[in-house]
T-cell receptor, first 114, second 114 residues
Framework: DAGVIQSPRHEVTEMGQEVTLRCKPI?????LFWYRQTMMRGLELLIYFNNNVPIDDSGMPEDRFSAKMPNASFSTLKIQPSEPRDSAVYFCASGGRAPNTEAFFGQGTRLTVV | AQSVTQLGSHVSVSEGALVLLRCNYSSSVPPYLFWYVQYPNQGLQLLLKYTTGATLVKGINGFEAEFKKSETSFHLTKPSAHMSDAAEYFC????????????FGTGTRLTVIP
């Protein structure tokens, strides 16, 4: 398996623009997580899905952030409009079907909002 | 609720010396515990995990950790540090009876001095 695939790896955008981050989880996994990593706040869980259904989005910073998982093989995290403080590395991770297996992480998307 | 505390945001050791990274957890139920490693510009990679059974867990790259319920600890050790061990290490906990989401510590950056 190719692992969790995220795109793009790097994104530079201007403040106010819409940004969409993409994630393809490992085939057969039923949990998907979006994390944000910054120097100031470390690793934060934004939202996670189980069987394509959002379970907990309490980590989503504000209404500008939205996430979708239309099917088991694809998820998006959208920021609209983007702000400089959204600059961070965004990770997607997926987990298997057995209870509480580990999460497998993608390489991350480094977002810079200027 | 589950949480982990990593003592020491930065640890420096000499090459060949013992590595000890500390992690204490808080959980209302017997937890599942994980150690992840993050190399620069990479995603997080699982080092080892404890779910049930033997409390001494061996992972990749010569690392091991011991689950000590009485101390609510899951410290990570390696007998002899190698330059390639320089990275950031994250301890995480999940609730076996709940969802699959992981709660991460703030991370410990390991520096190996030649």
């Amino acid at each position: 398996d190719a692992g969790v695939i995220q795109s793009p790896r790097h994104e530079v955008t201007e403040m106010g623009q819409e940004v969409t981050l993409r994630c393809k989880p490992i085939s057969g996994h039923n949990s998907l997580f979006w994390y944000r990593q910054t120097m100031m706040r470390g690793l934060e869980l934004l939202i996670y899905f189980n069987n394509n259904v959002p379970i907990d989005d309490s980590g989503m910073p504000e209404d500008r952030f939205s996430a979708k998982m239309p099917n088991a093989s694809f998820s998006t995290l959208k920021i609209q409009p983007s702000e400089p403080r959204d600059s961070a590395v965004y990770f997607c991770a997926s987990g298997g079907r057995a209870p509480n297996t580990e999460a497998f992480f993608g390489q991350g998307t480094r977002l810079t909002v200027v | 609720a589950q949480s982990v505390t990593q003592l020491g945001s930065h640890v420096s050791v000499s090459e060949g010396a013992l590595v000890l990274l500390r992690c204490n957890y808080s959980s209302s139920v017997p937890p599942y515990l994980f150690w992840y490693v993050q190399y620069p510009n990479q995603g997080l990679q699982l080092l080892l995990k404890y779910t049930t059974g033997a409390t001494l867990v061996k992972g990749i790259n010569g690392f091991e950790a011991e689950f000590k319920k009485s101390e609510t600890s899951f410290h990570l050790t390696k007998p002899s540090a190698h330059m390639s061990d320089a990275a950031e290490y994250f301890c995480a906990v999940s609730d076996p009876g709940g969802a699959n989401n992981l709660f991460f510590g703030t991370g410990t950056r390991l520096t190996v001095i030649p």
